[in-house]
């Protein structure tokens, strides 16, 4: 645990935000790539990319906010101090995957074959992120007594006890996906598939994980797991066609979709 990288004289540079700011390069860049197979023109994904992680930010925030909602009623200002409290992955990624779905509708006519090529990259940025969520000390998993569980400094009030490291579990599961889905998506048989995999997996990958990790219950289940059926449903569904098979654009690197040029 190393929350704090370096300080430049009173500010602290946060380990987790360093992490999250590779993670969004990486991605941002895989998607790119994957973007040319479709015909995306690099510029063009580039800022659907930009646009999709600064409303993703914002959506997790506000979804972290609902999940607190006595503390951020009683200090609305401190909704604004991204620098306090935290995000929840699942409001990101309504947020982020809306936001881009919009944007490739709009300028590019095909949101399915836009959310194909951010499924992938959006599941490495959230591994890479719980490599962040370790150092900084957040999302803890229960007590545990197996032999590779984590033990918190005393200084983060976790006690002595080794924990799940459940942050790790998500992570490993989250890059089996996005090989499975980078697997699907060069053998896609119609546009939306890689998509729907990844959002209805990660919903059975957070339904799981979460049995490990500490937090209130909202009956038999946590808030995130109740979500993440939501996110399974959906996907199932999306898989199997019931929304729809659209052709898959093989753009292959060359000419862009039209609409798809210039900047958002």
């Not at 993440?228 to 929304?243: I, K, Q």
């Amino acid at each position: 645990m190393h929350p704090v990288l370096f300080r430049l004289g009173d500010f602290p540079l946060y380990t987790y935000g360093l992490v999250m700011a590779i993670a969004f390069v990486i991605g941002g860049l895989l998607a790119i790539h994957l973007g040319r197979r479709r015909g995306y023109d690099p510029v063009f994904t580039s800022d659907v990319v930009l646009w999709s992680i600064l409303i993703g930010l914002l959506g997790a925030r506000v979804a972290f906010a609902v999940q607190n909602l006595d503390q951020y009623l009683q200090d609305p200002l401190l909704f604004l101090n991204f620098r306090r409290g935290g995000i929840a992955i699942q409001g990101g990624m309504l947020a982020g995957f809306g936001t881009a779905a919009w944007l490739f509708a709009r300028r590019a006519g095909s949101a399915r074959d836009g959310l194909d090529i951010l499924a992938a990259p959006t599941l490495l940025g959230m591994a890479l992120g719980r490599v962040g969520c370790v150092l900084h000390g957040c999302c803890h998993g229960k007590v545990c007594q197996v032999p590779w569980g984590l033990v918190y400094p005393e200084t983060t009030g976790l006690g002595s006890l080794p924990r799940h490291p459940v942050q790790f579990y998500e992570m490993g599961l989250d890059l089996f996906l996005m090989g499975f889905v980078l697997w699907v998506f060069l053998r896609a048989r119609f546009a939306g598939q890689a998509f729907w995999l990844a959002f209805g997996g990660y919903g059975l990958i957070r339904l799981l994980t979460e049995f490990f990790r500490e937090g209130g219950t909202a009956g038999p289940l946590t808030p995130a797991q109740w979500l993440s059926v939501l996110f399974l449903a959906l996907g199932l569904a999306g898989v199997t066609g019931l929304w729809g098979r659209p052709e898959v654009r093989r753009g292959g690197g060359g000419r862009p979709p039209d609409g798809a040029r210039g900047r958002v």
